[in-house]
Each structure stands twice: as structure tokens, then as C-alpha cells.
């Protein structure tokens, strides 16, 4: 079945899709062009590839954490502010819709163009080809940022710590974005080669965003409330 897609339904989903390219490349200058370059490099890819579907939230964002954590703002006014956790918590939980983000754009055209269908219907191989693409992704970053913060000196741990975070990050993140895929799959009927397709994926991503969150805190909590009970074992201990 042929599905009609609203003439303002496209313009809208032009419209939207060029702001967050706008913001992308206001990004990407600030980072290469004005010198602000990222202690973590994956940050560099991180902040733009999320302009693309959050638009001025990510630009807005990048200027108030993603900024102030390089060496150049840092030299120029001293340590970045402090942070919460729920500020902490919005910053971790950035990295998944990147790599949900790339996952979107790998899984959706093998399943378009060897047209294979899960129970009639191509939504299910995309949704668990993204999680497959996007896992070993945010896996990684994860490791990088556990073994830049020093605070975990074994490999093996960071490496758990990392698989932990990111599967449960993940399976919340496709929570959000899962729903929005199967709207469009069992309801909206809009193809994947349509930009009214790719429209209604950054408000999935957004709300894969809004159902990681409280994941990711209740994680940064966990890990906040044992480590002072770690540190005064090591007190004691060296007493």
C-alpha cells in the first residue's frame, strides 16, 4: 500500500533535518576552526552527529558542557564549572544516541535493500540490527572514558563496568526509539527512504534520550554511593 505523506509533513521534516545540519556544522567549526578540540577525540564526532537530530537542544548543549571541557576554554577561564549528577547523568547519556544514530544509518539500508523481514515486517531486524551496531560502539566509548577518568585500574573491570552501562543504556535507548519505529512501521506506514521517515527517527532518538536518562543516573548514583564506601575501607586500611 502506497502511502500519501502530507506535503507540510516533508517541508516540516526538511526543515528540522536542516537546522540540526545548520547546528552540526556550527559544531564542527567551533571544534576545528576555532581550536576547541576535545580531550576524548569521540567527543569531536559525538556533539555534531547529536546536533543532527537534536537540532539547537544539542548546539545549546555543546556550548554549555561540551565547550567548557576543552583545554583551550579551560586555559582561557580556568577549571569548567562543576557539575550534578543529573548535569553528569545528561552527558553520559548523550553518547548512546550517537551511537544509536550511527546504528540507524547502517541497519536501515541492509534491511531496505536485501529486504529481510522479521514476521512480515522490517522494522524487527532494524531495530536489532541497530542495537548490534550501536552496542560495540558505545562499548567502546565507555572503556575510552572509564580509562581517561583513572579511576578504575583494571582493564577487566572497566571493561564490565563499560558492558553494563552500555547494554542497559542501549536496551533503554531502543525503549524510546523502538516505539517511534513501530508507529511508523504499524500506524504512520511512511518508508525508510522518505525524509517524513527519518523525521519521526529524531524525535525516536529524543525520546530514546528521555528513557536512558533515568537509567544512566540511577547508574552514576550506584557508582557515586560505593565509592565513598570504598574510599573509607582504603582509610581504615592504611591506618
Known amino acids: 500500500m502506497v502511502v500519501t505523506i502530507p506535503l507540510w509533513l516533508i517541508t516540516l521534516s526538511w526543515s528540522v533535518t536542516g537546522i540540526g545540519l545548520l547546528c552540526a556544522g556550527v559544531i564542527l567549526a567551533d571544534i576545528y576552526r576555532g581550536g576547541y578540540r576535545q580531550s576524548m577525540k569521540s567527543w569531536e564526532a559525538v556533539w555534531p552527529i547529536t546536533a543532527i537530530y537534536a537540532g539547537p537542544l544539542a548546539l545549546w548543549a555543546y556550548y554549555r558542557w561540551g565547550r567548557p571541557a576543552t583545554p583551550r576554554w579551560q586555559q582561557q577561564h580556568g577549571a569548567s564549572p562543576q557539575m550534578g549528577l543529573g548535569e553528569t547523568a545528561a552527558i553520559e547519556t548523550i553518547p548512546g544516541g550517537a551511537a544509536s544514530f550511527i546504528g540507524h544509518l547502517i541497519a536501515v539500508p541492509i534491511v531496505v535493500g536485501t529486504g529481510v523481514t522479521i514476521a512480515g515486517k522490517g522494522v524487527w531486524p532494524m531495530i536489532l540490527l541497530i542495537a548490534v551496531f550501536a552496542l560495540p560502539l558505545l562499548i567502546a566509548f565507555e572503556y575510552r572514558s572509564l580509562t581517561q577518568a583513572g579511576e578504575i585500574r583494571s582493564a577487566g573491570l572497566r571493561l564490565r563496568v563499560a558492558l553494563k552501562i552500555s547494554v542497559l ?33 529524531w524525535g525516536g532518538l529524543l525520546l530514546g534520550f528521555m528513557t536512558a536518562y533515568p537509567v544512566v543516573r540511577w547508574l552514576l548514583g550506584q557508582v557515586s554511593r560505593r565509592r565513598p564506601s570504598r574510599d573509607r575501607t582504603q582509610a581504615s586500611g592504611s591506618m
Open 169 to 201: 543504556a542501549i536496551l533503554a535507548f531502543d525503549t524510546g526509539m523502538g516505539a517511534a519505529m513501530l508507529i511508523v512501521a504499524f500506524v504512520l506506514g511512511y518508508p525508510p527512504t522518505s525524509i517524513a521517515f527519518w523525521f519521526v527517527m
